[in-house]
């Protein structure tokens, strides 16, 4: 058994696209629609064959998702990126190019190596070996 795919709803489908697809080298599959309903979405396939669905409706209220606290339910999304450089230098990219680093590389008191950045929509994206 293995989890099929994760979903976001987003208010900005196309700028968390290029999120994903820009510093975790996701592919998105083609847009789907259906409009009756209001509804778009993406599938983001990773190299790994991990699936993230984004998905838009204009019913869908913002988040109360704030950086420094933590609620219960889905709180991240790891990424593994094979090195410690690698860490340090997708952190130090997503840094210069705007985003927020909620916590720079460090060693964890469990032994990982990571950084945590927000995406566009303010959802923490876990950096790790």
Known sequence: MHIEHIAI???????????????????????????????????????????????????????QNEAKKQFTGFIHLSFATGGQDRVDAITERLRKDGYRVVHDPRRTGDGYYESVVLDPDGNRIEITV
């Open 9 to 63: 709803w987003t208010k900005h489908l196309e700028q968390l696209r290029d999120f994903y697809e820009t510093y975790f080298q996701a592919r998105a599959g083609v847009k789907y629609r259906n409009a009756a309903r209001h509804y778009e979405s993406y599938f983001l396939t990773f190299s790994s064959g991990a699936r993230l669905e984004l998905m838009y409706s204009s019913s869908v209220p913002e988040t």
